[in-house]
């Protein structure tokens, strides 16, 4: 496989979160001032970019760390009942063979990230686990991880489920995957116009088919 490192985004992309964090931004939507969101309004968000959803649903910038910080905080408590995307597993250790580097960028916890891998037993698959508080901040740590490892940027590649992960990647200057079974769209992914766009866990098959 032509990629050194696999960085890979964890909620939506690797942990099947959405309905968790859904429930948990419910839960604190009031003490914000702002409006929940129903199961049937995520079809629409779905399509936006994250600038879009924050003024669809009238939330301050200013406000989205401490959102952040709070609802990460209140899914520890139900670490261990969240699950995989279904063939991630897979996936993930059959690609951890074919490269040199393998490591996760989130907005999510350390804690919580180390705590899920732990419980579906693929914690020694990664180097590491990196977090920003940022949610448009994966740009700078995909630039200092590259340097970290001595890397090429056609050597390494980020895989994420919303287009924030997308743009971070091209931002950073280095090959992107996305997925379609996360947040985002498939079709809002599609322009975005991504490096590699997947359906499923089984396409990652493809990265190791690729040589060159």
């Known amino acids: ?26 839960l604190i939507a009031p003490e914000y001032g702002i409006r929940e ?12 970019s994250l600038k879009e959803i924050l003024s669809e649903l ?5 406000r989205v760390p401490s959102i952040i910080a ?3 905080a209140m899914m520890r408590k139900n670490i261990d009942s969240l699950q995989l995307i279904p063939g991630m597993k897979e996936a993930l250790t059959e690609l951890r063979s074919h490269t040199e ?19 579906h037993g693929i914690r020694d698959l990664f180097d590491f686990v990196s977090s920003t508080s940022k949610l448009t901040g994966k740009a700078r740590h995909l630039r200092a991880i590259r340097k970290t490892f001595s890397l090429d940027h056609s050597e390494m590649l980020f895989t994420g489920d919303e287009l924030r992960d997308v ?3 091209q931002k ?7 997925v379609s079974w996360g ?14 766009l997947f359906d499923k866990p089984g396409d990652f098959q493809r990265l190791i088919e690729t040589s060159g």
């Open 1 to 26: 496989m032509k990629y050194r490192a696999l960085i890979f985004d964890f909620d939506g992309t690797i942990a099947d979160t959405l309905s968790e964090t859904r429930r948990i931004y419910n």
């Open 37 to 48: 969101v129903s199961e049937e309004e995520l079809t629409g968000l779905r399509h936006l």
């Open 58 to 62: 009238e939330i301050p910038k200013h």
């Open 70 to 72: 709070r609802g990460t």
């Open 101 to 119: 580097n393998f490591g996760i960028l989130t907005s999510n916890s350390t804690t919580n990230v180390d705590a899920f891998l732990r419980n």
């Open 167 to 169: 743009r971070a990647a």
């Open 172 to 178: 950073a200057k280095i090959p992107h995957a996305a």
């Open 183 to 196: 947040f985002n769209s498939r079709e809002a992914l599609a322009k975005s116009e991504p490096t590699h």
